[in-house]
């Protein structure tokens, strides 16, 4: 399906051993999601690559006989406009020193959950790619004077999904609300293990 536009990027931080969502100070809200919400100046890009590899076509008997095809590393290059500060050191994997409150690298990658939403060519239905479990990473910030305008500095960051055994131990899952079968919060269930529903606590 064509798609047009980025409606919204949620993100949330997974337990590592439990592959299950963090909540409240462990994680990045209180139910455990992170929608990058218009408040937060929203998402500008989450171009996604490497979805399928290219196979090698292999010979026998002087044809083609079939198509050994790898699996596809899937990356997500994300841009954010205003990514809330600690949000951004808890998913890259900073701890913060409690003395000073400085955030320090601490050379691992927690596992973090996103989920992309999209649009039909046409805006009638809704496109989501979810990625139950992956590593973000922030290799440059790029700082610039003010001159008459001013020089921004967005949060750029790269995602690199892993596999997720909710996704029958793939890397991606798509969802659109085209199909009968989609339910929305059946999607989040999977995408983020562990995700209660408000709606449904008593």
């Given at each position: 399906?064509?798609?047009?536009?980025?409606?919204?990027?949620?993100?949330?931080?997974?337990?590592s051993?439990t592959?299950?969502v963090?909540?409240?100070?462990?994680?990045?809200?209180?139910?455990?999601?992170?929608?990058?919400?218009?408040?937060?100046?929203?998402?500008?890009?989450?171009?996604?690559?490497?979805?399928?590899?290219?196979?090698?076509?292999?010979?026998?008997?002087?044809?083609?006989?079939?198509?050994?095809?790898?699996?596809?590393?899937?990356?997500?290059?994300l841009?954010?406009n205003?990514?809330?500060?600690?949000?951004?050191?808890?998913?890259?994997?900073?701890?913060?020193d409690?003395?000073?409150?400085?955030w320090?690298?601490?050379?691992?990658?927690p596992?973090?959950?996103?989920l992309?939403e999209?649009?039909?060519?046409?805006?009638?239905?809704?496109?989501?790619?979810?990625?139950?479990?992956?590593t973000?990473?922030?290799?440059?910030?790029?700082?610039?004077?003010?001159t008459?305008?001013?020089?921004?500095?967005?949060?750029?960051?790269?995602?690199?999904?892993?596999?997720?055994?909710?996704?029958?131990?793939?890397?991606?899952?798509?969802?659109?609300?085209?199909?009968?079968?989609?339910?929305?919060?059946?999607?989040?269930?999977?995408?983020?293990?562990?995700?209660v529903?408000p709606?449904?606590?008593?």
């Amino acid at each position: 399906m064509a798609t047009v536009g980025l409606k919204l990027v949620t993100l949330a931080l997974k337990n590592s051993e439990t592959g299950k969502v963090l909540t409240g100070e462990d994680g990045l809200s209180e139910n455990g999601l992170l929608p990058i919400t218009t408040q937060m100046w929203g998402t500008k890009t989450a171009n996604i690559t490497n979805i399928q590899e290219a196979g090698t076509i292999q010979y026998g008997n002087n044809v083609g006989t079939f198509v050994s095809t790898p699996k596809g590393s899937p990356q997500v290059a994300l841009d954010f406009n205003k990514l809330p500060f600690e949000v951004t050191q808890k998913i890259v994997g900073r701890k913060q020193d409690p003395d000073t409150g400085a955030w320090i690298e601490t050379g691992k990658h927690p596992s973090v959950a996103l989920l992309i939403e999209s649009q039909s060519i046409d805006r009638m239905n809704r496109v989501f790619y979810g990625f139950g479990n992956g590593t973000m990473t922030q290799a440059s910030v790029n700082n610039g004077t003010d001159t008459n305008a001013e020089t921004m500095a967005t949060d750029a960051l790269t995602y690199q999904a892993l596999s997720t055994p909710e996704f029958d131990g793939e890397a991606l899952a798509m969802y659109s609300d085209v199909s009968k079968a989609f339910d929305e919060t059946k999607m989040k269930q999977q995408v983020f293990a562990g995700y209660v529903d408000p709606a449904s606590k008593s």
